[in-house]
């Protein structure tokens, strides 16, 4: 069973820009969710997503942004980015059955840069 | 979310057995205590879980103190591929839809020593 996929898996963009991020999850896994890892905060949760409806949210600006899809891949966008948004971006997904899910499968991540 | 507090940093030598503490002392009831772990220049991946008694599994064991305010997490015979973050992490046992979040605390850097 392939793993959680995400890509790209770098990106170097200039403060200002946009930049997407996509993830595929698990085959059949219904839930995805996004981490933002830095060396400062380390891992925070950004937001999660199931059945195409954002469940959950993180304390993060509204410049971050998501969304799912029918097949269950998901995206997330970045407006205007800041120099502060450079960080590894991960993506989990998991089975979301309606019972406390005890694995979470993590795709490796979107290393971002913003100069 | 209930708070977890771990060391900063442990180092264990090869082939040895490594114990890693988690403090969890406002864990309440209902939260499960789960174990994650972060290898270099990968996304974390689940290790163990447990509610009250004590957990094996292929990769580690889970001991639970009686009281539940504190875990230790096992791993029976440190490899040099064993070097990694580790996260102590609770969840609330009545989870259901749409509540996947895990709250990462700043964990334990594992160093092994070959």
């Known amino acids: 069973k392939a793993g959680v996929t995400q890509t790209p898996r770098y990106l170097i963009k200039t403060r200002g820009q946009q930049v997407t991020l996509s993830c595929s999850p698990i085959?059949?896994?219904?839930?995805v969710s996004w981490y933002q890892q830095t060396p400062g905060q380390g891992l925070q949760f950004l937001f999660e997503?199931?059945?195409?409806?954002?469940?959950n949210k993180g304390n993060f600006p509204g410049r971050f942004s998501g969304r799912q899809f029918s097949n269950s891949r998901s995206e997330m966008n970045v407006s205007t980015l800041e120099l502060g948004d450079s960080a590894l971006y991960l993506c989990a997904s998991s089975l979301a059955l309606g019972l406390v899910n005890h694995e979470q499968y993590f795709g490796p991540g979107t290393r971002l840069t913003v100069t | 979310d209930a708070k977890t507090t771990q060391p900063n940093s442990m180092e264990s030598n090869e082939e040895e057995p490594v114990h890693l503490p988690c403090n969890h002392s406002?864990?309440?009831?209902?939260?499960?205590i789960h174990w994650y772990r972060q290898l270099p220049s990968q996304g974390p991946e689940y290790v163990i879980h447990g509610l009250t008694s004590n957990v094996n599994n292929r990769m580690a064991s889970l001991a639970i103190a009686e009281d539940r305010k504190s875990s230790t997490l096992i791993l029976h015979r440190a490899t040099l591929r064993d070097a990694a973050v580790y996260y102590c992490i609770l969840r609330d046992i009545r989870t259901n839809f749409g509540n996947e979040k895990l709250t990462f605390g700043t964990g334990t850097r594992l160093t092994i020593i070959p």
């Open positions: 406002t864990i309440s009831g209902t939260d499960y």
């Open positions: 085959s059949g896994h219904r839930s």
């Open positions: 997503y199931f059945s195409e409806t954002q469940r």
